[in-house]
Every structure is written in structure tokens, then in C-alpha cells.
């Protein structure tokens, strides 16, 4: 074999691999699934609109809040709790801390999300704050309310958590432990009750703030029907001691529409998820 022989056999199997990649990539795309939810987060004037509604909102009413001492935010809040100090719960992803550069990332590069690439990113510190987030923190840590923040990122993330919460000026007491994470103690699972239910030992909770149903009530593995009866059940709450942001990217809603089957591929996710769509009447061309 001369060396155009080897050539041209080198070649035909480069065109041979470059189409066999081009055939897995199309039968197997890059996930673009959270493009616009992403870029709606990042971009939108609305999305920075809705935060700061939320937060201003929530920082006008902590006084009233505070002043009816027969008040409280937290379903797991037992016995007297009218002389205890005061307050307000926040959840961090999505509620203090805005990760959507993680999401970016993921998009950019077109990987699914991994525990790895997540911890990386939580390890980096870089996070910047929800809009209207640290002046509403910074309001009730003035009035005297402590804040709490209670997040499912896991108990070695703590430090890497807390500086970057201090980073961005967020208010973390000194006197007690006010971040308290998944797993720091056994019986702080990924429902986070257990963990409401210990501030509420020793404060009043004014106030719970989060992005996920889960931040309000214990709701993991419920159905979407489910999910929606607990909210209604709760609606004396929502405006008023419940607050919840907006997060279109991730969250326990998300895996609700495919029965938290993590078994599923993606197609059989999607699939899933289209059943729950409610259109009323078709398109007629
Ligand atoms: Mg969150």
C-alpha cells in the first residue's frame, strides 16, 4: 500500500467516525430543555422585577409581622412561642444565592447536571445575590429578627456556602449556627421540617422564603395534583408568612411531572411530562 493508499484509507475511516459521532449526537442531542428558563432568569427585567416584588414586599410587612406576637410562619412551631425571639427563614439556591451561571454552564458545555459539576461550582463561591435578597436579609437582622438559612447543600459545603453568602452581604450571626445544612446532623434529611422545627424551638418564625413548595412544607414525592391541594390547603399563608420566588430552572415541581423516576431516560422523562400539558381545543390551519 502506497502512501495515497494509507492516506485515502486514513481519511475514509476519519469521515467514517465523524459520521458515526454526528449520527450518536443526533440521536442523542445536547439537553437544550432549560435554555429559555435560564435565560429568562438571567436576562429578563421581568425575572429581576419579580425577586425584588417578592423581597420589598416582604421586607414592608416583617414589622406587622413582628408586632402580632400570636403569629407564626412555620407549620412545625409548637407550644408557647409568643416571648421568643424572632425569625425569618430563608432557603439559599435560588433564594439567596441565584446559580443560574451554573445552569449557563451546563448549557454551554452541554453536560446534565452531576453532583460533581454542582459541587465544583458550590466550592467556587461565585454566586451573587437574588434580587432584593441581602436588603431584605440586612432589614430584618436590623429590626432584630435573626436569620436563618436553611439549604439542602450538603454539610462539607458549609464554609464554601457561608463565605459566599458573607461575600455578597448577607447578615450570619455569631452567636448560633443560622446555616444549617443537609446532613450537618443525622436527622436533617433532604425534608426540610426537622430543621424548621429546630429553629422553632428557640424563635418565632416570622417568615419562610424560598423557591420550592419544600421550603414551606415537607412535599417530596407527592403528585402534581397532591402538590397543588397542600398549597391551597396553606393559602392563608402565601402573601403573608409564606414568600415564594420564582424559579423556572429546577426544583421539586420539575420532578413531579415524571412521578421523581430518576430511572427514566430523557425521552421517557419528556414523555411524561407532556401528559400534563392542558390544551383546550387544537389549532385548526
Ligand atoms: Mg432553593
Redesign the pocket.
Known amino acids: 500500500m502506497n502512501r495515497s493508499e494509507v492516506e485515502g484509507r486514513v481519511s475514509a475511516a476519519a469521515v467514517a467516525t465523524t459520521a458515526l459521532l454526528f449520527a450518536a449526537c443526533a440521536s442523542n442531542p445536547a439537553d437544550r430543555s432549560n435554555l429559555d428558563a435560564t435565560l429568562w432568569v438571567q436576562t429578563s427585567a421581568e425575572y429581576d422585577a419579580v425577586a425584588r416584588s417578592v423581597y420589598f414586599a416582604a421586607a414592608r410587612d416583617l414589622p406587622l409581622l413582628l408586632a402580632d406576637s400570636s403569629l407564626t410562619a412555620a407549620l412545625e412551631q409548637q407550644g408557647s412561642y409568643e416571648n421568643l425571639p424572632a425569625a425569618v427563614i430563608l432557603?439559599?439556591?435560588?433564594?439567596a444565592l441565584d446559580n443560574s451561571p451554573y445552569q449557563a454552564r451546563l448549557l454551554a458545555s452541554g453536560e446534565a447536571y452531576s453532583s460533581e459539576t454542582w459541587a465544583q461550582w458550590v466550592e467556587e463561591g461565585i454566586a451573587e445575590a437574588v434580587p432584593g435578597a441581602v436588603e431584605f436579609a440586612r432589614r430584618a437582622d436590623r429590626l432584630g429578627v435573626t436569620v436563618f438559612y436553611v439549604t439542602n447543600r450538603r454539610s462539607p459545603q458549609e464554609a464554601a456556602t457561608r463565605v459566599n453568602l458573607m461575600d455578597v452581604g448577607f447578615p450570619l450571626s455569631d452567636d448560633q449556627d443560622v446555616l444549617l445544612m443537609r446532613g450537618e446532623k443525622p436527622e436533617w434529611t433532604g425534608a426540610k421540617g426537622s430543621r424548621r422545627e429546630l429553629v422553632s424551638r428557640t424563635h418565632r418564625v416570622l417568615m419562610l422564603i424560598?423557591?420550592?413548595l419544600n421550603?414551606f412544607v415537607d412535599a417530596d414525592g407527592l403528585s402534581v395534583a397532591e402538590r397543588d391541594s397542600l398549597a391551597r390547603l396553606h393559602s392563608a399563608y402565601w402573601g403573608e408568612r409564606w414568600r415564594m420566588l420564582p424559579?423556572p430552572t429546577y426544583g421539586s415541581w420539575e420532578r413531579a411531572l415524571f412521578g421523581s423516576d430518576f430511572g427514566l431516560d430523557r425521552a421517557e422523562r419528556t414523555e411524561m411530562k407532556e401528559t400534563h400539558l392542558e390544551p383546550r381545543g387544537e389549532i385548526n390551519d
Do not use: A, K, L, R
Not at 432557603?91 to 433564594?95: G, H, L, N, P, Y
Open positions: 432557603d439559599v439556591d435560588e433564594t424560598g423557591d420550592d421550603d424559579n
